[in-house]
């Protein structure tokens, strides 16, 4: 089912919500519906307005292969009770739940939160096929520099997302724990779970 046509309540709030889902730049964007980057701009401010014809266009560009599923997971993460992110294969997060820094963060590279254990995490994700469909879950605990909390100590569960157009996203769901806890998911490592140990 396509989504096309669709109405945003908040136009400006919308249409940077779904650029950042695709993972383009406004400049990108622009350059996809020959228009300046400083109109993608103003749209997004809601300085300006695109006339009906052009909002359709936009919607039409920007929800080509998007379903109602990958609607819901975008859906589901930013509603998430605690800490739950979505990010792309290259780091760029797409949506996040009010806990985990909400739409502030959407746009931002994940690198910007990397500690090394969280690179450790993720090279070894990589290396078991995490975007080859031969990962369940990534299991493991890190400090992290939290937006407007300092340092927090947290155990990180990956799952891999994939989406209507093939692609597979990061699904991250990040929960505060206290310095037991932490200390003792700190000694277990990084648990790599593959599919087979679940199917």
Same mark, same amino acid.
């Given at each position: ?5 669709r109405?945003?309540t908040d136009?400006?709030?919308?249409? @940077? @919500?779904v650029?950042i889902?695709?993972?383009l730049?406004?400049a ?6 020959g228009?300046e980057?400083a109109?993608v701009?103003?749209?997004e401010s ?5 006339d ?6 936009i919607?039409?560009?920007l929800?080509h292969?998007?379903?109602?599923q990958?609607a819901?997971?975008?859906?589901s993460v930013?509603i998430?009770?605690?800490g739950?992110?979505?990010?792309s294969a ?6 996040a ?14 690198a910007?939160?990397r500690t090394?254990?969280t690179?450790?995490a993720?090279d070894?994700?990589?290396e078991a096929g995490?975007?080859r469909g ?14 407007g909390?300092?340092?927090?100590r947290?155990q990180f ?12 996203h990061v699904l991250a769901d990040?929960d ?8 003792e998911m700190?000694?277990a ?6 599919l087979?140990e679940?199917?």
């Amino acid at each position: 089912m396509r989504m096309a046509h669709r109405r945003w309540t908040d136009f400006p709030a919308g249409l @940077r @919500r779904v650029r950042i889902a695709n993972g383009l730049t406004q400049a990108q964007l622009a350059d996809q519906l020959g228009v300046e980057q400083a109109t993608v701009s103003r749209w997004e401010s809601g300085a300006q307005r695109p006339d009906p014809a052009t909002q359709d266009r936009i919607r039409d560009f920007l929800f080509h292969g998007r379903t109602a599923q990958d609607a819901i997971l975008f859906h589901s993460v930013r509603i998430a009770p605690g800490g739950r992110i979505l990010f792309s294969a290259d780091g760029l997060i797409l949506a996040a739940s009010q806990a985990a820094g909400g739409t502030a963060i959407e746009g931002m590279q994940t690198a910007r939160f990397r500690t090394p254990v969280t690179q450790a995490a993720w090279d070894k994700a990589v290396e078991a096929g995490f975007f080859r469909g031969d990962v369940a879950s990534v299991r493991f605990a890190s400090d992290l520099a939290a937006p407007g909390m300092g340092t927090i100590r947290a155990q990180f569960v990956w799952y891999p997302a994939r989406m209507s157009d093939g692609t597979t996203h990061v699904l991250a769901d990040i929960d505060i724990v206290d310095e037991e806890r932490f200390r003792e998911m700190r000694e277990a490592g990084i648990r790599v779970t593959l599919l087979d140990e679940v199917l």
